[in-house]
């Protein structure tokens, strides 16, 4: 399965990806609006948005791409790696 980590601290992107490989999962994670952002998600099969550490702008790009290629988004307002941890245990298996 494949998630990509929209939001977040920066100090984080390591221990998110780590949590991620825990899961069996591969991860790509965004804590900053790169150029060329809508390409880079690609089409994975999960976007983790962290409303609270993401902008607007970022937020909107996710939304609009999941509209035209319909992947599940899940949006949480905490950006903590146990935050992160319970959406992975609700959508991927171990």
Known sequence: MSVVVVGGNDRMAAKYKEICGNFKCKAKVFTQMPADFENKLGSPDLVVLFTNTCSHKMANKVNQKAGKHS????????????????????????
């Open 71 to 94: 992947f599940r988004v899940a949006k949480i307002h905490n950006a903590s790696a146990n935050a992160l941890k319970s959406v992975l245990e609700q959508y991927c298996t171990q």
